[in-house]
């Protein structure tokens, strides 16, 4: 089984700023998102399935918070940091507001190559994609393993693009795919089961 979770609501996240490599604290709501999700998940799956849970996080630390939190109520028996599950850089536009001049015309801009454009001194989705490729092949994670489960814990980009390997989506639906705080993914086979908590 794999399950791909989002960190919890961050500060930049409720003030509508990119936040890509910078990194702000979670909000009351965050953790209690995190731990719904957490909770939800020992109780529908990783405790009626007994097996054993590895976790693939990134190394900001909104998701080491979270992590930390989805472990007090998930037994865990592997934990892997890597910087290969960071959210894309946001170069320039790192702390800006989404509302703001600069931001719209990159987020215009993308429409015409949403893969492959980057913000000034920033990644595109292209960029992430190398990165978290990088990390399942070391790893040698690629699909469903039937003996354990492996969640990780990540960005929404990082999110878009594990379910786009995983599924063998094309590219261009990659960047329609949606991963709120309170969600999180169950991928079995060529679907993923969406739940909300």
Not at 164 to 176: A, K, L, Q, S
Not at 186 to 192: K, N, R, T, Y
Request: proline share 4%.
């Amino acid at each position: 089984m794999i399950a791909i979770f989002r960190h919890g609501e961050t500060e930049y996240n409720r003030d509508s700023k990119h936040q890509g490599f910078d990194d702000s604290p979670l909000t009351d709501d965050g953790k209690s998102q995190v731990r719904k999700c957490a909770k939800h998940f020992q109780d529908h799956f990783a405790g009626k399935t007994g097996l054993p849970v590895d976790v693939f996080h990134s190394s900001s630390k909104r998701s080491i918070e979270s992590e930390n939190l989805f472990e007090k109520y998930v037994e865990v028996v592997n934990v892997v940091q890597t910087e290969n599950l960071r959210e894309n850089s946001w170069g320039k536009l790192e702390g800006v507001r989404t509302t703001d001049e600069r931001s719209i015309q990159y987020l215009k801009h993308r429409k015409s190559d949403p893969f492959g454009i980057r913000p000034t001194g920033g990644e595109s989705l292209a960029d992430v994609y190398e990165r978290v490729s990088r990390c399942l092949d070391f790893y040698r994670i690629r699909e469903d393993n039937p003996c354990r489960i492996t969640v990780f814990h990540v960005h929404c980009n990082v999110s878009k693009v594990l379910r786009g390997i995983f599924h063998n989506h094309p590219v261009y639906r990659w960047i329609e795919f949606e991963h709120p705080f309170d969600h999180y993914y169950i991928l079995q086979g060529i679907v993923s089961i969406e739940v909300n908590v």
